[in-house]
Nanobody, 123 residues
Framework: VQLQASGGGLVQAGGSLRLSCAAS????????IGWFRQAPGKEREGVSC????????YYRDSVKGRFTISRDNTKNTVYLQMSSLKPEDTAVYYC?????????????????WGQGTQVTVSS
C-alpha cells in the first residue's frame, strides 16, 4: 500500500499550489481520501476529503472557497488545488485513505497514510 503526496513547495501569500496524492496497492475506488496538515507545534488537522464516488466533498472552514479537492479514479490520484494561500496554511500536508463506509470528514479512523509534502507560504 502506498500513498505518495507531492506538489508542495514555497509560494508567496496569495499564490497557488496543486498537491497530488497517487495511490497504489489497494482498491482505490473503495476508499474516500482525505488531506490533512500539521504545522510546527500544532496538532494534525483535517483539511479536506472526498468520497469514493466524487459526489461528496468536505472542507474545514478556514479553507472553504480557497481549496478544491478532486479525484481521478482512472489514475488513482486525488488532487488538492490550493489558491489564495496564506501564511497560516504553512504545514506538512498528508493524504490518507479511509474505507468508503466510514465518514471521511470525522477525520479519524483512516486506514492508510502517505508521507507528507511541505507547503510553505511566505508573507
Amino acid at each position: 500500500v502506498q500513498l505518495q503526496a507531492s506538489g508542495g513547495g514555497l509560494v508567496q501569500a496569495g499564490g497557488s499550489l496543486r498537491l497530488s496524492c497517487a495511490a497504489s496497492g489497494f482498491s482505490f475506488d473503495d476508499y474516500s481520501i482525505g488531506w490533512f496538515r500539521q504545522a510546527p507545534g500544532k496538532e494534525r488537522e483535517g483539511v479536506s476529503c472526498i468520497s469514493k464516488t466524487d459526489s461528496n466533498t468536505y472542507y474545514r472552514d478556514s479553507v472553504k472557497g480557497r481549496f478544491t479537492i478532486s479525484r481521478d479514479n482512472t489514475k488513482n490520484t486525488v488532487y488538492l488545488q490550493m489558491s489564495s494561500l496564506k501564511p497560516e496554511d504553512t504545514a506538512v500536508y498528508y493524504c490518507a485513505a479511509i474505507i468508503f463506509f466510514r465518514r471521511c470528514a470525522e477525520w479519524t479512523g483512516y486506514d492508510y497514510w502517505g508521507q507528507g509534502t511541505q507547503v510553505t507560504v511566505s508573507s
